[in-house]
């Protein structure tokens, strides 16, 4: 999924496998996932995580 808004482009790209997402937003490079105990691998923050902390900022 690529999404333009006015800071440049936002590209989230996962794989078929699994939760993990790598995100992308202009230089700054994230990674989203699931925990173990929801089938994933705790990679990363999950969605509502990242929700919470946009919010939060």
């Known amino acids: ?3 333009m808004d006015e800071q440049g482009v936002v590209v989230v790209r996962g794989g078929p496998n ?7 937003a202009g230089r700054h490079h994230l990674i989203a996932d699931e925990p173990v105990s929801a089938g ?3 990679r990363g923050p999950g969605p509502y995580e990242l929700l919470l902390a946009g919010l939060g900022a």
């Open 18 to 24: 699994g939760f993990a997402q790598e995100i992308t």
């Open 1 to 3: 999924m690529v999404s």
């Open 40 to 42: 994933g691998t705790d």
